[in-house]
């Protein structure tokens, strides 16, 4: 098990429903921390009374979306800031992430957020473009119900078997991350195709 | 000719796809190996999950299955996972420090000027003898 998970655990055991909040927030804004396996080990948590699994997957889903809010706001304020001072408006892959966006933008939101880092980039992108924050925040919710929930609900039913299911954890969020990220760099190449025939 | 050079980056959205479907192809033949290691190990059976084992899993555990401790557990998470006494360990293992049981195994290492091994490996004691004397 990685080292950097073991100190998530620690914190978990330590300052719990905190640690929890704070993991899962800066995780969604974008740091790269192994949540989803601390998601599993805190259901097997939950599963031997450590935890609270519907506090669990409240917290989570809270913290999720407001983690994604925060990237999502802050490119809304002041990413076109960014984008004129490092020139890349006009860079033609970002004009048409942004068309699919704008096209798509609640399957892309939704899809995204089950391909870990893309879900940070995605909603930087949603506030540049300025996706309507009802349509990011339904269907942020709809899908941060579903991630931690499926993480958590594996965790709780292996309970004490949740380290040898860790892996293979991993390698499925991994397959659904690149499937995801597939799914739309095909429609992205699609809309390119039929507009430039 | 005008449509292929306003749409350069079209061929590296192909080559990131091509990458991808390599790496999806990768991961999909850990999933398989990583399935039939649980196999092996006989916690998936050839019907899904062995559920009658996990099932009994969700109890405290007892004296065989201490391999389960490492250091990134608390001494209050160890109490609640083999159903022990609060201040058991404590006294086992002469742990003076305050923030008892909140404190890591890990912690319990340093402070000790021991390895994390060896630190487990004087919990695990600990726990069975707990179990052997509660046997007699």
Not at chain 1, 128 to 141: E, G, R
């Amino acid at each position: 098990m990685g080292s950097l998970l073991n100190v998530l655990l620690s914190y978990l055991l330590v300052y719990r429903y905190a640690a929890l909040a704070f993991v899962v927030y800066i995780g969604a804004v974008g740091a790269p921390l192994p949540v989803n396996e601390a998601l599993l080990a805190l259901g097997a948590f939950a599963s031997q009374g450590y935890f609270s699994f519907w506090g669990s997957l409240a917290l989570s889903i809270v913290a999720n979306c407001l983690g994604d809010l925060t990237g999502y706001a802050i490119a809304r304020r002041y990413g076109d800031r960014i984008l004129r001072a490092l020139h890349i408006r006009k860079a033609r892959f970002f004009t048409n992430l942004e068309e699919e966006l704008r096209s798509d933008a609640a399957i892309t939101v939704f899809t995204t957020r089950f391909a870990g880092s893309l879900s940070s980039v995605t909603n930087l992108l949603a506030g540049l473009v300025k996706v309507p924050l009802s349509t990011f925040i339904l269907y942020d919710f709809i899908a941060n119900v579903i991630e931690p929930g499926v993480a958590l609900g594996i965790g709780y039913v292996v309970g004490n078997y949740w380290d040898d299911f860790s892996n293979f954890f991993t390698i499925i969020a991994g397959i659904v991350a690149v499937s995801v990220i597939m799914f739309v760099l095909i429609r992205m190449q699609r809309k390119i195709a039929k507009k430039y025939g | 000719m005008e449509s292929k050079k306003r749409q350069p980056h079209g061929r590296y959205i192909t080559i990131a796809l091509i990458c991808l479907g390599v790496l999806l192809a990768i991961l999909v033949a850990l999933f398989v190996r990583e399935y039939f290691v649980l196999r092996h190990a006989n916690i998936i059976n050839r019907r899904g999950l062995s559920f009658p084992a996990f099932i009994q899993k969700h109890g405290p555990l007892n004296a065989s299955e201490v391999g389960v401790i490492r250091p990134w557990m608390t001494f209050d998470y160890i109490n609640r996972l083999f159903a022990l006494p609060k201040d058991y360990l404590k006294d086992q293992l002469d742990i003076s420090d305050p923030h008892y049981p909140n404190d890591t195994i890990g912690n319990y290492s340093s402070a000790n000027k021991i390895t994390d091994v060896a630190a487990v490996a004087d919990v695990q004691n600990a726990i069975i003898n707990y179990f052997n004397k509660d046997a007699f």
